[in-house]
């Protein structure tokens, strides 16, 4: 196609061009076809609960000499409502860390706070469910990087793992500081004894909106943006992300990301070279 007819044009200019143009291409199209699938799933995400407002309200205006129909029309709108807020929020959410460079307004950040705060964000939903949140080791460790984006990163995990969990099973965070070549990390594990996933599916869970049970992401709240946030946020402060799941067993995220002190005099050093 397109990319052969330039790579015909240029081609007297050596091949090692050629060989790039072709790859520029090749990508610029990769990414077309990504950013038109990620508009063709928002719009697909944004109609149904659209269509259901839309459906619902109707419902309302025939149902008007029924109060306990009205009620209950009302009720599901607003589950409907709250869905699409959340999936706005989200999407905004994404777009922000997708953005902007997390490590212009860099500090260090601590892991007991990142950790107390994501607990925060799903101890309604824990509470409910009986389930059991414990941390370890988590004192007295900082990671280097923006704190919101942190902790909305540490915050989805937490909340996926109260997620897909049963009733009275224990959600563990524990953190350690851990040696690597460039610099010392700081790692975070979060542990749940829930439904576990796949080997199939771990490959494409970090992906935008990929569910392995669309019906059960979408009763709790789910978007599938979560992990697609957690994603971006680890790569772009240098760290890494490793998921262990059993089926049936549960599933343990793992974070690495820098750590604060170590992280900081990189940067020093890099600054003063020039
Ligand atoms: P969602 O909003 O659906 O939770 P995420 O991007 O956070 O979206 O996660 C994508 C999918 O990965 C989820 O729909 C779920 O199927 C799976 N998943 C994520 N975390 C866990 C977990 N701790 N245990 C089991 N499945 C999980």
Redesign the pocket.
Known sequence: GEALAVSARVAPLGSRLVLLLVEDLTEARRIEAVRRDFVANVSHELKTPVGALSLLSEAVMDASDDPEAVERFAGRMQIEATRLTNLVQELIDLSRVQNDDPLEDAEPVRVDQLVAEAIDRCRHQAGTKQITMATGGTADLRVWGNRGQLAAALG?LVE??V??SPSRTRVGIAARRVDAPGGDMIEIAVT?Q????SDK?KER?FERF????PA??RA?G???????IVKHVVASHGGEIAVW?AEGQG?T?TLRLPEAAAAREARDRYRDRD
């Open positions: 989805n996926n793992a997620n897909y749940d829930g439904i576990g996933i599916d869970i990929y569910r392995v049970d059960r992401s709790t789910g978007t599938g943006l979560g992990l697609a799941s599933s995220f």
